[in-house]
């Protein structure tokens, strides 16, 4: 069932400290997000990034997810992607605020790239390095933030990195 008003609450409580280049972790209710979490025994299936663009913004002050999906890496409203979502979806902020330029200039820089499935396809048998060509979820919040080679998936982007706040706030 997607999200009603109501389940936005702690989105809503949130969402002014939400930053450029905060981890978003998103666990699906579908059939692959399962097949992901189970492949991987991770709590979550997908990863994108928080994008604000305040020179644009106006009162409404709004916050957008970048995330690589099938039809390729693409910004969306996050209060949007949350209305419409079916699962449960964590906020993770970055701790380092000096790597906030940087990864907004490569998550705007990377929108139009492709989605990478044969990479998903190889990490189902081990792991990938990066190709700017084409991206899956967490390799694109992985390379957004200054990371390069080998890429992580979802359930281990914060382990690995050590890039965003290991514990979360459950925003959906």
């Given amino acids: 069932m997607a999200a009603d008003l109501n389940s936005l609450n702690a989105y809503l409580s949130i969402k ?14 579908s059939l692959i997000g399962a097949a992901i979490r189970w ?16 020179e ?22 996050l209060s949007r992607k ?5 699962g449960s979806a964590w906020w993770h902020p970055l701790k380092d605020d000096s790597l906030r330029t940087e990864a907004g200039r490569r998550i705007v820089e990377m929108f139009g790239v492709g989605y990478d499935f044969h990479a998903i396809l190889r990490q189902i048998f081990g792991r990938v390095s990066t190709d700017l060509r084409r991206l899956f979820c967490s390799e694109y919040c992985y390379y957004c933030v200054g990371g390069w080679g080998t890429a992580p998936n979802p359930g281990n982007l914060i382990s690995e990195t050590g890039l965003w706040e290991e514990e979360g706030v459950q925003i959906l």
Avoid: C, I
Wanted: glycine content about 10%; overall charge positive; hydrophobic content about 30%.
């Fill in 39 to 54: 492949r991987t025994g991770s709590e979550v299936n997908h990863s994108g990034l928080v994008l604000r663009l305040q």
């Fill in 56 to 77: 644009y913004e106006g009162l409404e002050r709004r916050r957008w997810t970048s995330e690589a999906l099938g039809h390729g890496v693409y910004p969306v409203l």
């Fill in 16 to 29: 002014d400290r939400m930053k450029t280049g905060d981890l978003l972790q998103w666990r699906s209710d």
């Fill in 82 to 86: 949350l209305e419409s979502f079916k």
